[in-house]
């Protein structure tokens, strides 16, 4: 067989092998729902694969070591968000109340560069003709709209986020609109002292507080 077709299909695997390694660490996520940092990393690890297999003559390191570079990039900062969420937001972005209780803010539209036909088509996708049906709709930072329609009691399902990971979600407060000391004293009717204690608090339109505890000081 010719040197440089075995050439060529050795660089394919080696391609392929640390692509899949970057997707193995990456964690079971649809591809709908990666994060910005996730596209770029595939987008210039594409662009590599390309230079790796269509030039044969130039040496594999070339192509291994950016391709390297990259997967510690993205171990650090999938490490890195899982340990700081300020991080993960700024990289992830955080979901956007777009619709409450029927009304649609439109101040968080334009912040998002979301318009309207995009909201009613997603509306539509989701079986929902009328904004009035909605109890909530979140715009989730991979773009796609969760959509909570009211129910013949005029609850949804929709919970809001007010602990996650130890962490006071003020958002969360913000939409409930209660303050850190409410949700202070929420947290010790339940037996907790500290937020840190706990892993994720919720609270649905009933006023029903839901709180898993956090693992590591049990």
């Not at 299909?9 to 940092?37: C, D, P």
């Not at 009211?150 to 609850?155: A, D, L, P």
Request: include cysteine; charged fraction near 25%.
């Amino acid at each position: 067989m010719d040197v440089l077709v075995l050439s060529v299909m050795f660089r394919t695997l080696i391609t392929y092998l640390i692509i899949l390694l970057v997707f193995r660490f990456m964690g079971k996520r649809e591809i709908g729902e990666l994060s910005v940092m996730d596209l770029v990393v595939f987008i210039m690890l594409a662009e590599i694969a390309v230079f790796l297999i269509e030039k044969p003559d130039a040496p594999i390191w070339q192509a291994i070591v950016p391709m390297a570079i990259l997967l510690t990039i993205q171990l650090v900062s999938a490490w890195v968000s899982l340990k700081n969420q300020r991080f993960r937001n700024w990289f992830d972005g955080k979901p956007s109340v777009i619709i409450k209780h029927g009304k649609v803010d439109e101040h968080e539209m334009r912040r998002q560069r979301y318009n309207f036909n995009d909201l009613l088509l997603q509306l539509r996708e989701h079986g929902i003709q009328q904004v009035d049906d909605v109890a909530y709709a979140i715009l989730e930072p991979s773009g796609k709209l969760s959509v909570f329609e009211k129910k013949e009691n005029g609850y949804s399902d929709y919970a809001v986020v007010l602990i996650a990971d130890g962490k006071v979600q003020y958002s969360g407060l913000k939409t409930i609109r209660k303050h850190k000391q409410w949700l202070l004293n929420e947290v010790r009717k339940h037996g907790f002292q500290s937020f840190e204690q706990i892993s994720l608090c919720t609270i649905n339109d009933q006023g029903e507080i839901k709180i898993d505890e956090n693992n590591e000081y049990t």
